[in-house]
């Protein structure tokens, strides 16, 4: 525990150093402020770049990523590893900031050829038992969670594939090898071109993120997370105006 505190204290302290070293005239900044963040996968793969590029751009700054499941990645604030994090925690740890982002909607779904081997006789209790899904990780609990929803309990057994991959996650659901839950903006183009099947369109998870981050007197820090909910509302709002999705 206490090596932890001296790691958070250690990371707090460079960042206000950058930003006092920064804002000197006498010092020339050519060099990069390094501002490590906690992100989930499906963030990173979808709304997180167009979110965190125009702060970029305008700023000597690159971003050390640690990747985790959203309810997971709010450790690596705790334990001083990042200073900012996107998380589903809903409340703030002393010492932080909070903002709430927004929804992030989530459907199960399979290909064509895997809804007619395993569930065409439905979301069975015996279908789910048997057919092969797939979760980021350990830690990924959103299949169960929609399949709960869905059944009026946790399902007994299953088998699963874990893969932590945005990319390939997709890739196993299209070429029929498994279902997962995928979220809106990833699994909106493959549905509509057929590619995906949704098992279950009335059952949504609606997961809410929230950015954290230390509540430090830093410039850099305060123009990230500014350009990140932004972003974040930006993005999403584009996303259910236009149709924009992400592959």
Not at 101 to 106: A, R, T
Not at 120 to 130: D, K, M, S, V
Not at 157 to 181: M, Q, T
Request: glycine letters at 6%.
């Amino acid at each position: 525990i206490a090596g932890k505190k001296i790691l958070r204290l250690h990371n707090q302290v460079n960042r206000l150093e950058d930003d006092f070293q920064r804002s000197r005239e006498d010092v020339p900044t050519e060099s990069f402020s390094s501002i490590p963040i906690g992100i989930n996968a499906d963030s990173l793969a979808t709304w997180f770049f167009g979110a965190v590029q125009p702060f970029l751009e305008e700023n000597q700054a690159v971003l050390h990523l640690m990747v985790e499941d959203q309810e997971e990645t709010h450790r690596f604030l705790k334990e001083g590893k990042v200073l900012g994090c996107v998380s589903t925690r809903s409340v703030p740890m002393q010492g932080c900031n909070m903002h709430y982002l927004g929804d992030v909607s989530y459907g199960l779904f399979c290909s064509p050829d895997f809804y007619e081997r395993w569930f065409a006789a439905g979301l069975t209790h015996e279908a789910i038992r048997r057919a092969p899904m797939i979760n980021f990780n350990h830690k990924d609990h959103l299949n169960r969670k929609i399949l709960t929803r869905i059944l009026g309990h946790s399902p007994e057994s299953f088998f699963s594939f874990y893969v932590p991959s945005f990319e390939l996650f997709l890739d196993f659901i299209k070429n029929g090898l498994a279902y997962g839950a995928m979220p809106e903006q990833q699994s909106k183009v493959p549905l509509d071109r057929g590619i995906i099947h949704d098992l279950a369109p009335e059952h949504r998870e609606h997961v809410s993120l929230y950015w954290h981050c230390w509540n430090l007197d830093s410039d850099l820090l305060r123009r990230l997370s500014k350009e990140l909910i932004q972003g974040f509302s930006t993005i999403h709002k584009r996303v259910q105006k236009d149709g924009e999705k992400y592959e």
